[in-house]
């Protein structure tokens, strides 16, 4: 980790600041493998190419003599790392798995090889890999350690999305998760997109902060080129925080945003940027981007597939063009709330055309009376809480604008009682105890707020994301980190008991039964250790990464893995009870889905959009509920009486009858599509609350279904599920602020 850390702060000067004389006074007098390695690659390889070169020699076991000089050499860098590149290759989507795959890697690779201009350097801009695994990555590296190139990577969902470990495989075997390149002319800022053990895009918040110290030390007329694995503004939504990236670089020269994702060839432009998607090197007709720095203060891209030529699809100069515009804004304001019409009044001078757009859903033109653009904008349609207006200007000489505003809506049946901000996207579900609520953050904390004003009682620091749910039993909590440790800690102060490391990740919640902790971790086992202690009691191996926190009732333990199976131990000691194949795919393994005991069935959800219904006892199908309208499979089941409800990937609530699994109602939680994707259901009677991935809270009646009220949080993706207490449901997002929202009395008497 220390030489990850090393890599990811990578600054190298270039070759005049760092004198020639340099070398031979540091080779440890005249060292011939240093030497041998400087006739072979050359002192300007060394110096373009040092954070690849001293990953692959720290990383292939070279002697401690080459290591430590190559070190020193990094040491001795001043505090930019320069290229005098001109050229490089866009490429992405390799999905490194089957033979198949490796195969169209390679041809791209030849196909390089071809080139009459040689390439400076590569990016990949993530799904490297299929399913984030070292075997995957080693076939991968093997490839680009033996080409002629220097690669730079991206992580992609498929690198993050089933990874065992999270993001450290990828940091380990190919470097930072983001970093800055200094093409001399151009600047080269890769970006980190992936979310945890997500299919989403989000620009991580560490990235972010990151970003905004990269460019401050950049002249804002140099030209910057971004790069990231899923597309930022298209029609849809792929990153939740691209507005936020929009703030970032507002003021600086971005000339173009590189990605992938779609595995498809597509441009269009954004605020003056260019913004291309590459085809996937993983298609039946592999491709890829050749991009150009001219001696002409130009930028020429050219994309390329095995089976055909070169062509050049666009010439741009390094200068922004983007249309600066005269604004002034009466409406809408920031200080006031807004019910079922949004007024919008503005003075723009120069421009021919403008459109708003809420939330970034659908474009509308405004009316436009001379200098002035207005409109009346229902809407009554959206719920109550935190919304953004984009606004865009156009001229005649194709120039465009962006502004961004928020603005607040509120109804009174809801509101926010408070918000507290983290260091950390939230993915962890929190816990209520007495007066105080408790959840963890990818930053690595473990927070304890005051439930009623937000206030911080105390936090603790671990090594890991904390993603999972913590579980208090007396004046013990227990919660497990993506460090891999389980942890005790006294409830009330945060001051620890005991820790212990069980495996190299753990993003399974802890249970409790018994004197004894369950909990799944990252080398495919099931775990029971001493709640006492921590000291391990047993280990049960299955075929894949357990995710999910497991149900334990009756002297059994239940759980799914990412290997098609659902399992059944004994408490005890850990014996195989029953076990049943789910699927025979990976991809639908029951390993996402919590599962739920209630009565003699355990309840779950599988990726095949299924609910499954087995008997605790034997593990006998009692029922299947195939629901491809609902497209359950991620959300957790809840119960109350004699109804199981789960969320859906189709933006749906429902509720299935517990003895049959027969449907008795079916709610649609928005009028545009809002999957429900890990966020589970959680039943404060009369009502069922759920959080959703355009950042809303949904309650819905757990008699009948009838939506009761929502409240939107901001852009940020819900992945947790939500707790209540008393009239306020509380909640975190992967915009890094945990939220507390009083909902008000209703006509069902809540």
């Known amino acids: ?57 720290f990383r292939i076991g070279a002697s401690a003599v080459l290591r430590s000089t190559l070190a020193l050499m990094f040491f001795l860098a001043s505090p930019m790392l320069v290229f005098s590149a001109s050229t490089f290759i866009h490429l992405t989507d390799t999905h490194i798995r089957s033979q198949e795959s490796i195969e169209r890697f390679r041809s791209v690779i030849d196909d390089i090889e071809t080139l009459n201009l ?57 470097g930072p998760l983001y970093q800055s390149l200094d093409l001399g002319s151009v600047q080269l800022i890769l970006l980190d997109t992936g979310v945890l053990l997500e299919q989403y895009g989000h620009f991580s918040l560490e990235s972010l902060n990151w970003l905004k110290t990269e460019l401050a030390s950049i002249e804002k007329t ?11 503004f298209l ?45 996937a090197v993983m298609a039946e007709d592999p491709g890829y981007r050749i991009i ?51 007024p919008i009044l503005m003075t723009i001078r120069n421009v021919d055309e403008a459109e708003i757009s809420i939330d970034q859903r659908n474009w509308i033109s405004l009316k436009q009376s001379g200098s002035k653009f207005l409109t009346n904008f229902d809407i009554s ?40 901000e983290t260091r950390g996207e939230i993915q962890s579900t929190p816990l209520i105890h007495e007066n105080a609520i408790i959840f963890g953050s990818n930053d690595g904390f473990l927070y304890n707020l005051d439930s009623d004003i937000g206030t911080e009682n105390w936090k603790f620091a671990t090594r890991g994301p904390v993603t999972t749910r913590p579980l208090i039993v007396a004046d013990t909590l227990f919660f497990t980190s993506g460090d891999g440790y389980c942890y005790a800690l006294d409830s009330e102060t945060g001051a620890p008991y005991w820790k212990v490391r069980i495996a190299e990740s753990i993003y399974s919640s802890p249970d409790y039964a018994n004197g004894r902790l369950f909990f799944g971790s990252s080398d495919s086992c099931m ?28 002297g059994k333990i239940a759980f799914g893995a990412w290997d098609g199976y659902f399992y059944c131990l004994s408490q005890q000691n850990g014996d195989l009870l029953w076990k049943k194949q789910i699927s025979e795919t990976f991809y639908y393994s029951p390993a996402t889905s919590n599962p739920l005991i209630a009565s003699d069935k355990v309840y779950f959800a599988s990726h095949d959009h299924k609910v499954h219904a087995l008997h605790i006892h034997t593990g006998d199908i009692i029922w299947e509920h195939s629901a491809k309208d609902h497209q359950p499979g991620y959300s957790s089941p809840a119960n109350f009486d004699d109804k199981i409800v789960l969320g859906s990937l189709s933006g749906h609530l429902f509720a299935l009858a517990e003895d049959d699994g027969q449907e008795i109602w079916t709610s649609v939680l928005s009028d545009s599509l809002d999957p429900v994707f890990d966020s589970s259901p959680v039943v404060g009677y009369p009502q069922v609350i759920v959080g959703s991935v355009n950042g809303n809270l949904y309650s819905t009646s757990i008699e ?20 209540i207490k008393d009239d306020i449901a509380y909640i975190g997002s992967t915009d890094g602020y945990f939220y507390a929202i009083r909902f008000l009395q209703t006509k069902h008497d809540m």
Request: glycine share 6%; proline share 4%.
């Open 1 to 57: 980790m220390l030489f990850n850390s090393i890599i990811s702060r990578l600054r190298l000067a270039s070759e005049d600041q760092f004198p020639c004389n340099v070398l031979e006074q540091h080779t440890l007098c005249g060292n011939k493998e240093v030497i041998a390695y400087i006739k072979k690659f050359g002192r300007k390889h060394i110096f373009t190419h040092a954070g690849t070169m001293i990953e692959k020699y």
């Open 235 to 279: 029609s849809s939504r792929y990153i939740d925080n691209e507005l936020e990236l929009f703030k970032i670089i507002a003021d600086y020269n971005v000339i173009l945003f590189l990605c992938g994702h779609g595995h498809q060839n597509k441009h269009w432009t954004v605020n003056g940027i260019d913004f291309f998607m590459t085809k």
């Open 704 to 723: 009948t279904g009838e939506r009761l009220w929502s409240y939107r949080l901001n852009h940020g993706y819900i992945f947790a599920t939500p707790a």
């Open 381 to 420: 349609y959206l719920p109550p809480g935190q919304h953004t207006l984009l606004l865009k200007v156009n001229d005649n000489n194709g120039r465009s604008a962006l502004r961004l505003f928020e603005f607040e809506i509120d109804r009174h049946l809801t509101q926010l009682a408070f918000k507290a």
């Open 118 to 174: 040689k390439p400076d350097f590569i990016i990949n801009s993530g799904d490297i890999t299929e399913l984030g695994s070292l075997p995957e990555y080693k076939s991968y590296k093997q490839i680009v350690d033996s080409s002629a190139y220097t690669f730079y990577h991206l992580i992609g969902n498929h690198d993050v999305r089933w990874s065992n470990v999270g993001k450290k495989r990828f940091i380990d075997q190919l």
């Open 527 to 554: 775990n029971c250790i001493s709640a006492t202690d921590g000291s391990l009691i047993w280990k049960f191996k299955t075929g894949g990464f357990i995710k999910v926190k497991p149900a334990v009732k009756f």
């Open 222 to 232: 140099k030209p910057i080129i971004l790069a990231g694995h899923h597309p930022p």
């Open 292 to 342: 150009k720095i001219t001696d002409k203060n130009e930028i020429q891209i050219y994309t390329r597939t095995i089976s055909s030529q070169s062509k050049l699809e666009l010439t741009r100069s390094l200068t922004s063009r983007r249309l600066d515009i005269d604004i002034s804004v009466r409406s809408p304001r920031v200080d006031r709330c807004y019910d079922d019409n949004l």
